[in-house]
């Protein structure tokens, strides 16, 4: 086969989709990353804000059969942001033939043209050659993506609040001030978290259960810290079991100490367990590797994790 011949061409949702979702499938079965691949994660992929398949999405057909594809790739712009988030899969049985980087290739042209300043590639850490392909092409690594799993087996230690440190539930303060300013201290500096405005936080504020919205203050008063959790309905439908979801906690950089961040965790898993939930799932982005041991530690199990690898775009930037 001269692969020479293989035709890159844009992606047609009516005419793709199944063959979409076909490939997917193939590719999860290999490498087992826990990606969504239902008929329902893909569409709502689709749709989500700054897609626009037709031009953003690319596809390979298998030579000689015209209702299959080898490989695609997407490249995506979110509104409000200056990175574009990326993606290639190419079918186990056709890798090391040079498609991701011909893909890559058309995902970098895009990118130029949305004049984006960055891509950003998520990668899993279980699988090397992908890291191995990132690098190769200039990407770096900026960070991780750590999803958690703590099973209702297990004993877990008290919660014990070091001494000057107090937490109160969101539903008590009633503070929209405040929350945003936990919001922005507790993750700065970390990977994956950006400065959010009041405005968002009040539109994000009916979907969150403020019960379940933990900060914590200092001595002198001082918010300076924060975690999430909800019961969630789509993690407890995957699962078919009560599922909670935690946000992992945040703490300002100054008062960053396991203790703090082991009580807050602590609290959230009791409250979800008070809830009702077997299973609780844990999400979190740029904690530092002595955050997530003692996570693991407490019986949390990795779900997945990967990698976010960035490759800025300047002038000349090619895939070899």
């Known amino acids: 086969?001269?692969?020479?011949?293989?035709?890159?061409?844009?992606f047609a949702t009516d005419q793709d989709f199944s063959r979409l979702q076909s490939l997917l499938t193939a590719v999860e079965a290999i490498d087992h990353d826990g990606n969504e691949i239902s008929e329902q994660a893909l569409q709502a992929q689709l749709n989500l804000p700054g897609s626009i398949p037709d031009k953003d999405r690319w596809v390979i057909d298998a030579p000689g059969?015209?209702?299959?594809?080898?490989?695609?790739?997407?490249?995506?712009?979110?509104?409000?942001?200056?990175?574009?988030?990326?993606?290639?899969?190419?079918?186990?049985?056709?890798?090391?033939?040079?498609?991701?980087?011909?893909?890559?290739?058309k995902v970098i042209e895009r990118a130029r043209l949305l004049n984006v300043s960055a891509i950003q590639i998520y990668a899993n850490v279980r699988h090397?050659?992908?890291?191995?392909?990132?690098?190769?092409?200039?990407?770096?690594?900026?960070?991780?993506?750590?999803e958690l799993r703590l099973s209702e087996d297990g004993h877990l230690p008290p919660v014990i609040w070091p001494y000057?440190?107090?937490?109160?539930?969101?539903?008590?303060?009633?503070?929209?001030?405040?929350?945003?300013?936990?919001?922005?201290?507790?993750?700065?500096?970390?990977?994956?978290?950006?400065?959010?405005?009041?405005?968002e936080m009040a539109s994000w504020l009916p979907n969150f259960n403020q019960q379940g919205l933990f900060l914590v203050f200092s001595e002198k008063g001082r918010v300076i810290g924060i975690s999430r959790v909800e019961p969630s309905p789509e993690?407890?439908?995957?699962?078919?079991?009560?599922?909670?979801?935690?946000?992992?906690?945040?703490?300002?950089?100054?008062?960053?100490?396991?203790?703090?961040?082991?009580?807050?965790?602590?609290?959230?898993?009791r409250w979800l367990r008070d809830q009702?939930?077997?299973?609780?799932e844990m999400e979190s982005w740029g904690d530092k590797l002595e955050v997530?041991?003692?996570?693991?530690?407490?019986?949390?199990?990795?779900?997945?994790?990967?990698?976010?690898y960035q490759l800025k775009l300047t002038t000349g930037d090619k895939p070899e």
């Open 128 to 146: 090397p050659a992908a890291p191995g392909f990132l690098q190769k092409h200039g990407f770096t690594s900026q960070g991780a993506y750590t």
């Open 65 to 105: 059969e015209p209702q299959s594809l080898i490989a695609s790739a997407l490249v995506r712009l979110p509104p409000g942001i200056n990175n574009a988030d990326a993606n290639i899969s190419v079918h186990p049985d056709w890798r090391r033939h040079g498609l991701g980087s011909s893909l890559l290739t």
């Open 292 to 308: 997530l041991k003692m996570y693991r530690e407490l019986g949390f199990k990795d779900i997945r994790q990967l990698a976010c």
């Open 1 to 10: 086969m001269d692969l020479k011949k293989l035709v890159i061409r844009s």
């Open 164 to 199: 000057g440190y107090t937490m109160r539930p969101y539903s008590e303060i009633q503070d929209l001030s405040i929350l945003t300013q936990a919001m922005n201290l507790s993750y700065i500096l970390l990977w994956g978290h950006r400065e959010v405005s009041e405005n």
């Open 276 to 280: 009702g939930q077997t299973i609780i």
């Open 235 to 269: 993690r407890t439908l995957k699962n078919r079991g009560p599922t909670g979801y935690i946000d992992a906690p945040g703490i300002v950089p100054q008062h960053r100490r396991l203790d703090l961040y082991r009580a807050l965790v602590l609290t959230g898993i």
